[in-house]
């Protein structure tokens, strides 16, 4: 199968709303060869909901992405902390990452968090007034995973917005060179916040971690490199998460106001939310490590594979009318946070910020609307993430 001259994911309608192009990729051909970049490279994108189940679960697709690279020529200079994590690695040192990280998350760890995360989110909505106007990205979904995080990380409250700035930067698709700048700025970072943490007796959170690490046989590069994972990956899906489920559901009133009659229904609501608009379009880099077949679709060996759940989750087989945001829809097969070993770790805890999130708003503001025409938000400009850089609204 040739590959088209031209990346369907490029055009720049793309960012604001994916879906058209997924439809037609997905129906095309649920796993085909499509060019990245513009060096003449290609990968296989898989965008069928049971293919894209499969491919997270094949062990021939690997993550090892400094094996993938260690032959190939490239100018590309990330900090080795935000390289080589749990996301870029497969078993056993997948296994000994994973052993470390899924206990900080698990549902009774969270349930012990949800006091800590109510107030977090009262504290930030604590000056909101109706008939004022708020940024929804900037003064809750952004700040609310940060401070959980950084809280687990024990990040001193005056660099918080700087860690933040850098973590946006990570995911600058249009700049290379800034997006490996970043990665220096969060490795050195968190290298000097461990080695200081070392140092410096404690039985705070950072502390916990660290001896979680040294139990589970890590080194001191490994516990940078999770720490790395648990600072990126643990706010800016769930900033994405709590900001696209406002706007679906300011975009469908009618959900809008039955959650809002029954916030207890806000848990339930979740993965049909995560389904709708996903937080995560592309997933991140996998490779053939041999011949193999997704699907009754042939990949050839040592090519990138790139799952898109955003895609998946709009596969009309498994999600009948999937344009359709539905409440009442089995939406407990979407995958954006992932399937297999490489499942989100953290996906408890985003799921009770967001949960808690839209309850406070809801029951506070139930009339809250957009502050400005639809038409007039702008997304960030990353596949790996679908999220937006505002949503101004007016409290009511």
């Given at each position: 199968?040739?590959?088209?001259?031209?990346?369907?994911?490029?055009?720049?309608?793309?960012?604001?709303?994916?879906?058209?192009?997924?439809?037609?990729?997905?129906?095309?051909?649920?796993?085909?060869?499509?060019?990245?970049?513009?060096?003449?490279?290609?990968?296989?994108?898989?965008?069928?909901?049971?293919?894209?189940?499969?491919?997270?679960?094949?062990?021939?697709?690997?993550?090892?992405?400094?094996?993938?690279?260690?032959?190939?020529?490239?100018?590309r200079?990330?900090?080795?902390?935000?390289?080589?994590?749990?996301?870029?690695?497969?078993?056993?040192?997948?296994?000994?990452?994973?052993?470390?990280?899924?206990?900080?998350?698990?549902?009774?760890?969270?349930?012990e968090?949800?006091?800590?995360?109510?107030?977090?989110?009262?504290?930030?909505?604590a000056?909101?007034?109706?008939?004022t106007?708020?940024d929804?990205?900037?003064?809750?979904?952004?700040p609310?995973?940060?401070?959980?995080?950084?809280?687990?990380?024990?990040?001193?409250?005056?660099?918080?917005?700087?860690?933040?700035?850098?973590?946006?930067?990570?995911?600058?698709?249009?700049?290379?060179?800034?997006?490996?700048?970043?990665?220096?700025?969060?490795?050195?970072?968190?290298?000097?916040?461990v080695?200081?943490?070392?140092?410096?007796?404690?039985?705070?959170?950072?502390?916990?971690l660290?001896?979680?690490?040294?139990?589970?046989?890590?080194?001191?590069?490994?516990?940078?490199?999770?720490?790395?994972?648990?600072?990126?990956?643990?706010?800016?899906?769930?900033?994405?998460?709590?900001?696209?489920?406002?706007?679906?559901?300011?975009?469908?009133?009618?959900?809008?106001?039955?959650?809002?009659?029954?916030?207890?229904?806000?848990?339930?609501?979740?993965?049909?939310?995560?389904?709708?608009?996903?937080?995560?379009?592309?997933?991140?880099?996998?490779?053939s490590?041999?011949?193999?077949?997704i699907?009754?679709?042939?990949?050839?060996?040592?090519?990138?594979?790139?799952?898109?759940?955003g895609?998946?989750?709009?596969?009309?087989?498994?999600?009948?009318?999937?344009?359709?945001l539905?409440?009442?829809?089995?939406?407990?097969?979407?995958?954006?946070?992932?399937?297999?070993?490489?499942?989100?770790?953290?996906?408890?805890?985003?799921?009770?910020?967001?949960?808690?999130?839209?309850?406070?708003?809801?029951?506070?503001?139930?009339?809250?609307?957009?502050?400005?025409?639809?038409?007039?938000?702008?997304?960030?400009?990353?596949?790996?993430?679908?999220?937006?850089?505002?949503?101004?609204?007016?409290?009511a």
């Open positions: 199968m040739s590959a088209p001259r031209q990346d369907p994911l490029r055009d720049p309608r793309f960012f604001a709303d994916p879906y058209p192009a997924y439809d037609r990729l997905r129906e095309g051909c649920p796993v085909q060869r499509v060019p990245t970049g513009s060096g003449g490279h290609s990968a296989y994108l898989i965008t069928g909901h049971p293919e894209a189940r499969a491919a997270f679960t094949d062990p021939r697709l690997s993550k090892d992405t400094a094996r993938f690279f260690a032959d190939r020529p490239s100018d200079d990330l900090h080795p902390a935000v390289s080589r994590t749990m996301l870029t690695s497969d078993p056993p040192a997948h296994t000994r990452h994973r052993r470390v990280a899924t206990p900080l998350f698990t549902a009774g760890r969270v349930r968090l949800r006091p800590y995360l109510t107030r977090v989110v009262d504290g930030l909505m000056a909101w007034r109706p008939g106007e708020v929804l990205v900037a003064e809750l979904a952004v609310l995973p940060v401070t959980v995080v950084c809280e687990l990380l024990g990040v001193p409250e005056s660099d918080r917005a700087t860690l933040t700035d850098w973590s946006h930067e990570l995911f600058d698709a249009t700049d290379t060179h800034r997006v490996d700048a970043a990665s220096h700025r969060i490795g050195d970072y968190l290298t000097h916040l080695e200081t943490a070392r140092a410096t007796p404690g039985d705070g959170p950072l502390h916990s660290l001896r979680d690490c040294d139990e589970g046989g890590l080194d001191r590069d490994e516990t940078v490199s999770l720490a790395a994972l648990l600072l990126v990956a643990g706010h800016e899906t769930t900033t994405q998460f709590i900001g696209n489920a406002v706007l679906a559901l300011l975009r469908h009133p009618e959900a809008f106001d039955r959650l809002r009659r029954d916030p207890d229904l806000i848990p339930g609501a979740l993965d049909e939310l995560l389904r709708y608009d996903s937080p995560v379009g592309v997933a991140t880099f996998r490779y490590t041999e011949d193999l077949r699907g009754g679709f042939d990949i050839p060996a040592g090519f990138p594979v790139l799952i898109a759940p895609a998946a989750n709009r596969d009309p087989a498994p999600f009948p009318h999937p344009d359709r539905d409440l009442d829809r089995d939406a407990t097969a979407h995958l954006s946070f992932g399937h297999g070993i490489h499942r989100c770790p953290g996906a408890p805890l985003a799921r009770a910020e967001t949960e808690i999130a839209l309850r406070t708003l809801l029951t506070r503001f139930p009339h809250t609307r957009l502050a400005v025409p639809e038409d007039s938000l702008t997304w960030r400009r990353t596949r790996l993430t679908r999220g937006l850089t505002a949503l101004p609204l007016r409290l």
